[in-house]
């Protein structure tokens, strides 16, 4: 199978958080049946579908750095000129998985069918490269702290919130905040505390810090603000990636 590339990254930041194992484990779970099909361009708009039905995940037009991000959790890094087919190339993907099987577990079964599938080979370095601080602004934080009774924190949308949140941590709110916008999020608040708020923006693919609602929304809503840096990021390195043979 021809090779697509080398020296594409994935990254997380450092500052405290740890990316997922860029290597095999002693025991991956696998999916039980998974069929992989070039996806045929409908006219039109391009649509990108991924489904988790009891039993079954669906990837309908999804490009290679697309699973290996649903894998691995990480952001994958445009390489510097030419071709890059990890994002053009697309694919149908169906697979069955036996039981129940959460969030993690499906990744790990991902993080299989691209290692046997597409032979990928990974590993880790550390990069210089552009992140987002999360900071307090100028006009001071606007959302209440709560005190820690013990209970759990929550996350999730609800109630017409894009994000509506209970007993968070400014580090995990950088964390949900990345999953929208891609580039590592670290937290630089100083603030300890927990916190209740709720969050409203209209999410986009394409989010910038020249255009997006989210941005203005942290800022305007909650009194923090994401500003553009420079850091260390732990990141994963993709060595080798092939075309994955059809079944």
């Given at each position: 199978m021809p090779l697509w590339s080398t020296r594409i990254v994935a990254g997380l930041a450092l500052f405290g958080s740890s990316a997922p194992a860029a290597t095999g484990q002693s025991v991956r779970p696998e999916f039980e049946v998974a069929s992989i099909k070039p996806h045929n361009a409908d006219d039109g708009v391009p649509h990108v579908s991924i489904k988790g039905d009891p039993g079954r995940i669906n990837y309908t037009n999804v490009t290679v750095r697309s699973l290996i991000r649903q894998a691995y959790g990480l952001k994958v890094y445009p390489l510097s000129g030419g071709a890059d087919t990890l994002s053009t190339d697309r694919y149908d993907?169906?697979?069955?998985?036996?039981?129940?099987?959460?969030?993690?577990?499906?990744?790990?079964?991902?993080?299989?069918?691209?290692?046997?599938?597409?032979?990928?080979?990974?590993?880790r370095e550390t990069k210089e490269l552009p992140i987002y601080a999360l900071v307090v602004s100028k006009t001071g934080i606007k959302i209440r702290e709560v005190q820690n009774d013990g209970s759990a924190t929550e996350i999730g949308s609800g109630g017409g919130h894009q994000i509506k949140a209970h007993h968070i941590s400014m580090k995990v709110l950088a964390s949900s905040l990345q999953g929208y916008i891609g580039d590592p999020v670290v937290d630089t608040t100083g603030l300890a505390g927990l916190y209740d708020l709720n969050l409203d923006f209209t999410p986009d693919e394409s989010m910038s810090a020249d255009g997006g609602s989210l941005f203005e929304a942290v800022q305007q809503q909650l009194g923090l603000k994401l500003e553009r840096r420079k850091g260390p990021v732990e990141v994963v390195v993709i060595d080798h990636v092939e075309k994955p043979s059809e079944n």
């Open positions: 993907i169906v697979a069955t998985v036996l039981g129940a099987a959460s969030k993690e577990r499906v990744a790990l079964m991902l993080q299989s069918l691209l290692a046997e599938r597409f032979k990928l080979a990974l590993h």
